[in-house]
C-alpha cells in the first residue's frame, strides 16, 4: 500500500520503522504537503480579508494552484521513497566481474540522480507554495493568520528538508555539471521561499 494512502497511524509507524525509507525525503514532501492544504482551507473560508470580490477572486485563483501543488507534493512522498529504494537496490548489484562493476556504478549513479531529482522536485514545490502563501495573506479571513503562519513554517521546513536530502545525494553524485546546476536551484529556490515567506509574514503582523 502506498504511504498516501495509509492510515495516518500507520503512516507514522512506517517513519518510525528502522528501515531507510519512508525517511527524510518523504517526511519533507509531507510538511509540505500539509502546509499547503491549510493555506487551502484558509482560502476556501466563508469569511476573507475584507469581505471583497477582490478577495475572493484572488483566494480562488491561489487555491486552484495550491491544488495542484498539493497533489504533486503528496505523489512525492512515495516518489522519494520509492528513489531511494532504487539506491539501495542499485548498489546490492553484483560486482564480481568488470562488466558487472561498470554495470553496478552506472546503475547507482542513475539512481542517485533520480533520489536528488525527487526532493529538488518538493524543493520547487515548497517555493511555489509559499510564493501563494503572500496572497493568502493579503486576502484571508484575518482570524486565521496563525493558520497561515503556521503553513508557511511547514513550507519552509519541508524545503528545507528536502534541500538536505539533495545535497546528501549530490555527494555521491559523479557529474560535476549536474551537481553544479542542482545546487544553484536548490540555493534559488531556498532564497525565493524565504523571501516569499518574509513578504507574507510582513502582511500578518501588518494586522
Do not use: W
Request: with cysteine; aromatic share 2%.
Amino acid at each position: 500500500m502506498k504511504l498516501i494512502d495509509r492510515t495516518l497511524r500507520d503512516l507514522l509507524s512506517a517513519f518510525s520503522a528502522p528501515n531507510p525509507t519512508p525517511g527524510g525525503g518523504s517526511a519533507s514532501a509531507l510538511a509540505s504537503a500539509v502546509g499547503v492544504s491549510l493555506l487551502m482551507m484558509v482560502a476556501g473560508l466563508a469569511k476573507t480579508r475584507n469581505g471583497s470580490d477582490d478577495d475572493r477572486a484572488a483566494l480562488a485563483t491561489a487555491s486552484s494552484a495550491l491544488a495542484s501543488i498539493r497533489d504533486e507534493l503528496a505523489a512525492a512522498i512515495d516518489a522519494d521513497a520509492a528513489a531511494y529504494d532504487g539506491v539501495v537496490a542499485a548498489y546490492k548489484l553484483p560486482k564480481g566481474t568488470s562488466d558487472e562493476q561498470q554495470a553496478r556504478k552506472s546503475a547507482i549513479q542513475d539512481a542517485l540522480r533520480a533520489a536528488t531529482d525527487v526532493p529538488l522536485s518538493v524543493m520547487r514545490l515548497s517555493a511555489r507554495g509559499c510564493d501563494e502563501a503572500g496572497t493568502i495573506a493579503a486576502h484571508g479571513h484575518r482570524a486565521a493568520a496563525s493558520d497561515v503562519g503556521t503553513a508557511m513554517t511547514l513550507l519552509r521546513a519541508g524545503l528545507q528538508g528536502a534541500g538536505l536530502n539533495v545535497e546528501i545525494n549530490l555527494g555521491s553524485v559523479s557529474d560535476p555539471l549536474y551537481v553544479h546546476a542542482s545546487r544553484e536551484e536548490a540555493a534559488r529556490l531556498a532564497e525565493q521561499a524565504s523571501r516569499a515567506s518574509q513578504e507574507a509574514d510582513a502582511v500578518l503582523r501588518a494586522d
